[in-house]
């Protein structure tokens, strides 16, 4: 079982970086999907990048088209922490932000779709002052 746990977010001036982790008790890859969401106060959760991985171990991303080119994912050595690091911070990107582990086919992953994702961290919030 995968139990994603996140931190790292805090309070932020715009134009300024963060970077959120997400730890799991389990492999990672155990689930051949992952993502980032997020959920602004009042609107709909929304996806930030998806990841795909495949069988020999390489891997795919998409971003969300308001976060490409400042957001970028990684993911650690032993395969256990997921991160997003997060540069140019706009007053937009306010949000709580969700990692989550599932199992979805390469033809949908970057689709973000939620049912995808059994397994959802509590959330780490994320504000971002002009």
């Known amino acids: 079982q995968v139990q994603p746990v996140e931190s790292g977010g805090g309070s932020v001036q715009a134009g300024e970086s963060l970077r959120l982790s997400c730890a799991a008790s389990g492999s990672i890859q155990s689930r051949n999907c992952l993502a980032w969401f997020r959920q602004a106060p009042g609107e709909e959760r929304e996806g930030v990048v998806s990841?795909?991985?495949?069988?020999?171990?390489?891997?795919?991303?998409h971003y969300a088209d308001p976060v490409q080119g400042r957001f970028t994912v990684s993911l650690d050595n032993a395969e256990t922490t997921l991160y997003l690091s997060m540069n140019n911070l706009k007053p937009e990107d306010t949000a709580m932000y969700y990692c989550?582990?599932?199992?979805?086919?390469?033809?949908?992953?970057?689709?973000?779709?939620?049912?995808?994702?059994?397994?959802w961290g509590q959330g780490t919030q994320v504000t971002v002052s002009s």
């Open positions: 990841i795909f991985f495949t069988r020999d171990g390489t891997f795919y991303t």
């Open positions: 989550a582990a599932g199992t979805c086919a390469y033809r949908w992953f970057a689709d973000f779709r939620q049912d995808d994702y059994r397994y």
